[in-house]
């Protein structure tokens, strides 16, 4: 069965940073492409970042998480991660991880994480 289970997410203000993690498990981590995505309050699901496509270094980022985030993974301990840096109050949300890119074969609950003054 597969599980993804994100955590990290918190409050902070705009311009501090936080590092999401994705603990994956029931499928073979490193065979995947793995994405986050955020879903802020009213809206639907917008794509953040992607990693492991064509090749498992391999990057994507959408255009507002360009050099403000950083995806990564941990293929010895299947864990996904999402270091976020100068954050934003737009940022806020809820990040959810998920596997694969353009069709998702499973996602997680999502960890909020919310940037106000």
């Known amino acids: 069965q597969v599980q993804l289970v994100e955590s990290g997410g918190g409050v902070v203000q705009p311009g501090e940073s936080l590092r999401l993690s994705c603990a994956a498990s029931?499928?073979?981590?490193?065979?995947?492409?793995m994405s986050w995505f955020r879903q802020a309050p009213g809206k639907g699901l917008e794509w953040v970042a992607s990693?492991?496509?064509?090749?498992?270094?391999?990057?994507h980022y959408a255009n507002f998480a360009k050099g403000r985030f950083t995806i990564s993974a941990d293929y010895t301990n299947d864990t996904l991660y999402l270091q976020m840096t100068n954050l934003k109050v737009r940022d806020t949300g809820v990040y959810v991880c998920?596997?694969?890119?353009?069709?998702?074969?499973?996602r997680g609950q999502g960890t909020q994480v919310t940037v106000t003054l």
């Open positions: 029931g499928f073979t981590f490193s065979h995947h492409a």
């Open positions: 990693i492991g496509i064509g090749d498992i270094d391999v990057t």
């Open positions: 998920a596997v694969g890119k353009d069709n998702l074969t499973a």
